[in-house]
């Protein structure tokens, strides 16, 4: 074995070619070049124009990729530097499932990994961002806060740089798919308010209100009295900074509770939660929706708004990256299991409308901005973060473009007595 691991400099760079020939060999379509550190090149298959390029920037890269071979593994070997891609970063996320997606026998896996400890260890990663080390039980109040901090407090400098003017972290509503962020998420927000029929003077809680963009729009455009609730610190410091500048105390606030801790006698008149559901956990829904029962006064309505992983479109096999590194102890559930939990909460279902296609243009302009500005990122957040970001949101816009994930808004009523006090059209949402 010491003898495999002495491969001379000058023979890695042919040994990874025919080692990534093997690999890709039922590879289709191969619209992508894999280029070595050596400058050595393995083209697109004939008549193929590259997409992408894969670009492995040292010897060592090939088995920080892929030993073992899973997701987690390619992540760790983009965000550390040991590979990049050139050209169109969210098609590449097509070769990482055929990757992860091989089949191989047990003597497959023998000759593979014999092949990659022929070539070096590789380099140390790089220092920065590293998985948490969470202590609790599953979804738990400590550990939540805990992941929330890990996720979201990475720095408000950082997301201002990528996010809308509002810093809105979640879909957008395009009219059509040219229209620039700061609209469709304006457009998000009052069709958020529409849906809830926010009326001058209702009390309205949001669950999950990050920088605070949903109260303060309702609180200014509906006239409501609202209050924001978040397990960031920085994202209530900012959010009340917001409130402050914009003279709404009064009537506007956020606070750092949790969502089970929040006692409310009087109740509120309308909820949402806007993409924190997906951080609750599906042991955790029957108490999420008995919360909000609890919360909202007979005859209100609550939108509920949370990606959902797809029954048809299976995961990829294996440990996911981004529930080690972006969204730790987080769960995509079906929607109809979100929805057959909050009808046994009580809640009557009257509207469910998907989001997809809104989240994969809204990704696509958060990497686009990201890049744009990605040396005050880096100067922001370090190299490992950037990194980090740069591959989870190109690969969720991956993931929602091909059906794998979806969004999806739904509008649940707490009727009182059988009355749900809304109105027999949806013609009031669209203006």
Known sequence: ?????????????????????????????????????????????????????????????????LW????VSLGEA????????????????????????LRLGTAERLRLGRKLLILPAGGSPLS??????????????????AVVTYHYDVSNEFYSLWLDSRMVYSAAYFASPDEDLDAAQERKLDYVCRKLRLRPGERFLDIGCGWGGLILHAVQKYGVEA????????QADYATERIRRAGLAERCRVEVCDYRDRDEPDGYDKLASVGMFEHVGESRLPEYFRCAWRLLRPGGV???????????????????????????????????????VAERSGFEVRDVE????????????????????????????????????????????????I?????????????????????LTRADWYP
């Not at 550390?80 to 050139?86: L, S």
């Open 1 to 65: 074995m010491a003898e495999l691991l002495a491969t001379p400099p000058d023979r890695a760079a042919p040994l990874c070619l025919e080692l990534f020939q093997d690999l890709l060999g039922n590879c289709r379509p191969r619209n992508f070049a894999v280029r070595f550190w050596d400058g050595s090149i393995l083209p697109p298959e004939p008549g193929e124009a590259a997409c992408f390029t894969l670009v492995l920037r040292h010897p060592g890269a090939p088995r920080r990729m």
């Open 68 to 71: 073992p071979l899973n997701e």
């Open 78 to 101: 983009y965000i550390h530097g040991d590979f990049d891609v050139e050209g169109d970063f969210e098609s590449a996320f097509a070769l990482a499932d055929y990757l992860v997606g």
């Open 128 to 145: 920065g961002r590293k998985p948490p080390r969470l202590r609790g039980l599953l979804h738990s109040r400590k550990r939540d806060a």
């Open 227 to 234: 209050v924001g609730i978040t397990l960031s610190r920085p």
């Open 302 to 340: 609550f939108l509920n708004h949370g990606i959902a992983c797809s029954l048809s479109e299976p995961p990829r096999p294996g440990p996911l990256f981004a529930d080690r590194y972006v969204f730790p102890d987080g769960e995509l559930l079906p929607i109809s299991t979100t929805l057959r």
């Open 354 to 401: 998907s989001l997809r296609e809104h989240y994969v243009l809204t990704l696509r302009h958060w990497a686009r901005r990201l890049q744009a500005r990605y040396d005050e990122a880096l100067r922001a957040a370090g190299e490992v973060t950037c990194r980090t970001w740069r591959l989870y949101l190109s690969g969720a816009a991956y993931g929602f473009r």
């Open 403 to 423: 059906g794998r994930t979806g969004v999806y808004q739904a509008l649940l009523s707490k009727p009182d007595r059988g009355r749900s006090g809304l109105p």
